[in-house]
């Protein structure tokens, strides 16, 4: 009988562990810049896909500077929302990386969440202009939270503009973020006035393998930055060839991606972030380049930020200890 010990974390357990965006971010900078250096272990993600749009992904990755190795196992189901169910839901398992036992297991909502956010303020953080302070966020769920959380920390953000198919959520999301970060958040009825006013465009609604796209050219105006978090599904052609930069998170998965039928108009990304992070391809170049983050989302994300909530965890005696 095995005697191994792994902590089980809930999604409250995750949630009560309150790790602060800019950990998060700085966590998944220096991951990038691990990657950008070729010391990541990582490899495309499997899934398998029960429903249409819907995906269950496998998840693993190895960063060898932070001795983490782990797998996701995350689900995403756009029509749970009718069901009141959440978008993605999943599992998240921590390997030791001598004996290859694992020592944790954890709700990943929380982690996906902060980290999607975090890969987009950072490559903001290269790739918008600094004195960026006006944000458009289309889709006002959990990903929209995180986004604009994520962005206030990296930028002096003065106002919010709004966006949702379901006003009642426009609604909740100007409440809770306006009291939560002090901005001024305006709700709006028409996707567009979200986008012509901002310096940084954050699209989170759901990813469709063939999206009727909503933004279109001229939309984000010259020197504005986009993170495309629901891939190209709210971008058109024309919007999407007018960028003067568009970077991914991992070259081969977005490879992997557009032979499954994604991105069929998106032109090629110049960089990945961690090329950038690096320092092996530039970021912005001057004040009036558009630039478009279209991060994927990594296995790598995920293991740079577990390990230091399995740390927490344990020193705040959050969790539930099993035998393996
Ligand atoms: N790239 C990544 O790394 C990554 C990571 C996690 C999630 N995602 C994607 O982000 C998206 C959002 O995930 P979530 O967890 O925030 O889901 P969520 O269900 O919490 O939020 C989705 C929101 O989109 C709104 N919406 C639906 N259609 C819309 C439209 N046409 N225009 C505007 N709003 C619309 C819904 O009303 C809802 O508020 C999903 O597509 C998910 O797959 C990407």
Known sequence: MSDQQILYLSQADVTEVNLDMATVISLLENAFREKGAGKVEMPPK??????????????????????????????GYPDNQKRNLPYITGLLILNDVET????????CAWITAYRTGAASALAAKYLARPESHVAGILACGVQGHTNLEALKVLFPIERVYAYDIHPDRVQRFVEEMSARLAVEIIGVKDPKQAVVQSDLVVTSGPILKHPTPTIQKDWLQAGAFGSAVDFDSYWTADALSQMDRISTDDHAQFQYYKSVGYFQTTPEPYADLGEIVAGLKPGRQGPKERTLAMNLGLAMDDMAVAPEIYRRAKAMGIGTWLTL
């Not at 001795?67 to 689900?75: D, E, H, L, M, Y």
């Not at 290859?100 to 709700?107: C, K, N």
Request: hydrophobic residues 45%; glycine residues 8%.
């Open 46 to 75: 499997p899934g398998i896909h029960t429903m249409p749009d819907a995906f269950i992904h496998a998840m693993p990755a190895y960063i060898p500077s932070l001795q983490s190795a782990g797998i996701k196992w995350v689900s």
């Open 100 to 107: 290859g036992i694992p020592y944790a297991v954890m709700d």
